[in-house]
């Protein structure tokens, strides 16, 4: 009798543990300005081996984009899960609890659920006071710069409104950007530029969650590729500048609105970049080199935090995801860096790997968005949607990471305001419709219309030669709420 009574109870103890589950570990790899350029995205010249054997092992998402391209808002796309044009969130310096006071945050809604969550380096936007949102992390958030010299040569000679927040002096007074070096390239070690230190940090915390056993959601913000271009020399040393691709097509849309591209904003805040252009060929091929040889930087230090991962044997209880929070222009449409509504801005990188939900070595094509992280980071955890004020604009991925669905939509959806007006556009497999309107306006609105099957390049608007199609894509915009106004 004993012994019949020790086999039941074992098994009902067994039943309780596969009821519940230890709850899986999050590992979210968020990479500044890194557009879908690099191995797994079918460009094999680009040094990166670890983003690469990430990608083989989960789902790669090749039709995934940002809801807007510049830091600060597509950041809070994915950590509060609301595109832009719901929280009316469209600049770098506005928190976004001032305008969602009581905001869920992704961390957040982990850490009310049991979970410890800690971020380091660029999670939220760096400065402006978004840098450590208290109620989002456990402990202290720990960021570091993305202005990062180790020349004195390279430095401006002042202050960035970065290094502003971090010396604790007022931004008031800073004006601008200070003319540091759009590259520099230096004989050093790894860690003396932010990602070697993110990576080394993360790793440290990755030890102490296998010591302590509690379930983890840890967010690592690599700065790299993002300007300045500062990678240690052993990284330019990948690359042959002479063989480097440039931009096929460099010049605006033919007729598109001028104010819908852009040139060197941003870009021509260093040195030695003229304030107006054309670039010479040797300085675009050395912005070209300094860009892949800090995706090749970031790509190792990812890579130090992935063995970890897998010599601690944590990799099978851990959901990993790799985001870029926008793409990047590197001359095409004689643009620079982001801050259009165009592919090469918007098109972002998105890999995800699920133990026991994705296949390794999968893709799908449909269209994705940013705001679709929160909802499938809860579904794969078994956490509910947050009942909070916030919008969760997207759509569970699981379905797509196990096989059961092709897509969860036929779109996509972004944004980005410029002279004055709020362009929304939406991407489908086909086509992209950028609708151009004054903020609040009934009045007429412009578009835009590019078709990827037979210009993927996007050399001509055909917006006024394709009115069908155009009448369909208006179509589905008409799905979507107005842009909220923008908090100021």
Known sequence: MKRASLVVTSLL???????????????????????????AYGEPWVHSPNLDKLAASGTRFDSAYCNQAVCAPSRN????????TSTGVYSLGYH????IPNVVTLPQHFKNHGYHAAGIGKVFHIGHGNVNDKLSWSVPFQPDKVIDYVLKDSTGGELTREEAYFSNQKLGNIK??????????????????????????????????????????????????????????????????????????????????KYAGK????????????????????????????YYAAVSYMDAQVGRVLDELKRLQLQQDTIVVLWGDHGYHLGDHGSWTKHTNYEQANRIPLVIVAPGTTRAGTSNKSPVETVDIYPTLCELAGLPIPDGPQSIDGESLVPLLNGTADSVSDHAYHCFPKAGK??????????????????????????ELYDYQHDPLETQNIADQQPQVLNRMKKILAKHPPAKKRQR
């Open 13 to 39: 103890l067994f039943c309780i543990h596969l009821q519940a589950a230890d709850p899986p570990n999050v590992l979210l790899l968020m990479v500044d300005d890194l557009k879908p350029s690099f191995g």
């Open 77 to 84: 796309n994915l950590l509060v899960g609301s595109r832009s």
């Open 96 to 99: 976004i609890r001032k305008a």
């Open 176 to 257: 601008s950007l200070p003319r540091g070096a759009a590259w520099e390239n230096a004989d050093v070690d790894d860690d003396a530029y932010a990602d070697g230190r993110i990576a080394t940090e993360g790793i440290k915390r990755l030890n102490a969650y296998r010591k302590s056993g509690k379930p983890f959601f840890l967010a690592l913000g690599f700065t790299k590729p993002h300007l300045p271009f500062c990678a240690p020399k052993k990284y330019w040393e990948l690359y042959d500048p002479e063989k480097l691709p440039t931009a096929a097509y460099t010049q605006p849309p033919k007729g598109a609105p």
């Open 263 to 290: 040139t060197l904003g941003e870009l021509n805040q260093y040195k030695p970049i003229p304030q107006d252009g054309p670039l010479t060929d040797e300085m675009t091929r050395t912005l070209i080199h300094g």
């Open 422 to 447: 709020m362009g929304r556009a939406i991407r489908t497999q086909r086509y992209r419709m950028v609708e151009w309107k004054s903020f609040g306006s009934d009045g007429p609105a412009e578009f």
